[in-house]
C-alpha cells in the first residue's frame, strides 16, 4: 500500500528516534555499571627502580627513617621540615590491595602530633628545600629522599627481609658508647656477627654451637628483600648440621659471615644488649653495612 510523502517521514523520524532514546539508555546503563574508582590511604605502587613500594593515594612516596628503630620518631625540628609526617586517622584508614590493616599503627609524637606507623616503622614524606630556601614536597611517583643523610631514609618496601638500623650502642667490651648503623630483620631485631668467623672462616658452622648457639640464635631467610644502599650480592648461606634431631638447617651471611640474633635482645625493636660481648676471647658485634 503506497505511503503519503508525510507518512513515511514521520516514520522515518519515529524509527530514529526510538533507535536514539534505546542507545540514550544503553549509555546510562553502562555508566551504572561502572565501578568508581577507590581512594586509598596508603597503597602498594609499582616502582620501576624499586619494585612495590607504599605510597599515599595520590602516589606520593612513603619513608621511614633508620634512627626510628625503637618505633618512635627520632626527626623532629628541622628534620621534620624536611620529612613531613605522614598521618591518617585509623577511622579513615583505606588500604589499597596487598596491605593489612594489622601492619598499621599510630604513634603520638614527642610535640603531641599523631603518626601513622607501618610495621612499627614511623612514615613520613619527602620535602627537600627548593631555590627559595622553601621545603616542597616531592611530586607523586619521585624517590629522591632514597638514601638521603648518609643512608638513613629508604622507601618503605612491604615485604624488606633485612633492614636498616641507626642508634646509640654501648660496647659491653669497653663501655664506650658510639652511633651504629647495623643491620635488623623485618621486626627490627637486632643482627650480630661473631669475630671468632672472621679469625677461623673455614669452619663457619661449628664456630657457634651447642650452648652458644642458644644464646646467639641464628638468622635465616630465604627472599632477599633489602633497602637499596645494600647489595643482594652481599649475602649467601651456609649449611649447618645442628638443626632438629640432626637435620640440616641454612643460616644467612653477609659479607660470608653469619648473621646471628642475641637471646636478651628478646623480640625488642632495637634492643643491643650483645655488642661487646664476648664468648670466650671472641667478641660479637652489630651487623655493620
Same mark, same amino acid.
Given at each position: 500500500?503506497?505511503?503519503?510523502?508525510?507518512?513515511?517521514?514521520?516514520?522515518?523520524?519515529?524509527?530514529?528516534?526510538?533507535?536514539?532514546?534505546?542507545?540514550?539508555?544503553?549509555?546510562?546503563?553502562?555508566?551504572?555499571?561502572?565501578?568508581?574508582?577507590?581512594?586509598?590511604?596508603?597503597?602498594? $605502587?609499582?616502582?620501576?627502580?624499586?619494585? #612495590?613500594? =607504599?605510597? !599515599?593515594?595520590?602516589?606520593? %612516596? /612513603? +619513608?621511614? @627513617?633508620? *634512627? &626510628?628503630?625503637?618505633?618512635?620518631?627520632?626527626?623532629?625540628?628541622?628534620?621534620?621540615?624536611?620529612?613531613?609526617?605522614?598521618?591518617?586517622?585509623?577511622?579513615?584508614?583505606?588500604?589499597?590491595?596487598?596491605?593489612?590493616?594489622?601492619?598499621?599503627?599510630?604513634?603520638?609524637?614527642?610535640?603531641?602530633?599523631?603518626?601513622?606507623?607501618?610495621?612499627?616503622?614511623?612514615?613520613?614524606?619527602?620535602?627537600?628545600?627548593?631555590?627559595?630556601?622553601?621545603?616542597?614536597?616531592e611530586k607523586p611517583g619521585e624517590t629522591l629522599g632514597d638514601q638521603v643523610a648518609n643512608k638513613?631514609?629508604?622507601?618503605?618496601?612491604?615485604?624488606?627481609?633485612?633492614?636498616?638500623?641507626?642508634?646509640?650502642?654501648?660496647?659491653?667490651? $669497653?663501655?664506650?658508647?658510639?652511633?651504629? #648503623?647495623? =643491620?635488623? !630483620?623485618?621486626?627490627?631485631? %637486632? /643482627? +650480630?656477627? @661473631?669475630? *671468632? &668467623?672472621?679469625?677461623?672462616?673455614?669452619?663457619?658452622?661449628?664456630?657457634?654451637?651447642?650452648?652458644?648457639?642458644?644464646?646467639?640464635?641464628?638468622?635465616?631467610?630465604?627472599?632477599?628483600?633489602?633497602?637499596?644502599?645494600?647489595?643482594?650480592?652481599?649475602?649467601?648461606?651456609?649449611?649447618?648440621?645442628?638443626?632438629?634431631?640432626?637435620?640440616?638447617?641454612?643460616?644467612?651471611t653477609y659479607k660470608g659471615i653469619p648473621l646471628y640474633y642475641y637471646t636478651p635482645d628478646g623480640?625488642?625493636?632495637?634492643?643491643?644488649?650483645?655488642?661487646?660481648?664476648?664468648?670466650?676471647?671472641?667478641?660479637?658485634?652489630?651487623?655493620?653495612?
Open positions: 500500500m503506497f505511503q503519503p510523502y508525510h507518512a513515511r517521514v514521520a516514520w522515518r523520524f519515529s524509527f530514529l528516534l526510538s533507535a536514539l532514546l534505546l542507545l540514550m539508555v544503553a549509555c546510562n546503563n553502562d555508566d551504572d555499571d561502572q565501578v568508581p574508582e577507590q581512594v586509598f590511604s596508603v597503597k602498594l $605502587t609499582s616502582n620501576t627502580t624499586f619494585g #612495590n613500594i =607504599l605510597t !599515599d593515594g595520590a602516589g606520593n %612516596t /612513603l +619513608y621511614y @627513617f633508620t *634512627r &626510628d628503630v625503637a618505633g618512635t620518631s627520632a626527626c623532629s625540628g628541622n628534620c621534620a621540615a624536611v620529612w613531613p609526617i605522614f598521618y591518617t586517622t585509623p577511622a579513615d584508614m583505606k588500604l589499597g590491595t596487598g596491605l593489612k590493616a594489622d601492619d598499621f599503627a599510630t604513634i603520638t609524637r614527642a610535640d603531641g602530633s599523631l603518626q601513622t606507623t607501618y610495621r612499627g616503622w614511623p612514615l613520613y614524606y619527602y620535602a627537600p628545600a627548593n631555590s627559595a630556601g622553601q621545603n616542597v614536597r638513613t631514609w629508604f622507601v618503605v618496601k612491604p615485604d624488606y627481609t633485612v633492614m636498616l638500623a641507626t642508634t646509640s650502642v654501648l660496647d659491653k667490651s $669497653t663501655n664506650q658508647t658510639s652511633t651504629q #648503623n647495623f =643491620l635488623v !630483620d623485618p621486626q627490627a631485631r %637486632t /643482627l +650480630y656477627i @661473631f669475630d *671468632r &668467623d672472621n679469625r677461623l672462616p673455614t669452619t663457619l658452622p661449628t664456630n657457634c654451637t651447642g650452648g652458644c648457639i642458644n644464646a646467639w640464635p641464628v638468622f635465616y631467610t630465604d627472599k632477599l628483600v633489602l633497602p637499596s644502599s645494600l647489595k643482594a650480592s652481599d649475602f649467601g648461606a651456609i649449611t649447618r648440621t645442628d638443626g632438629p634431631n640432626g637435620t640440616t638447617r641454612q643460616h644467612t623480640t625488642t625493636r632495637g634492643k643491643v644488649e650483645g655488642h661487646g660481648v664476648k664468648t670466650g676471647q671472641d667478641p660479637w658485634y652489630v651487623a655493620n653495612p
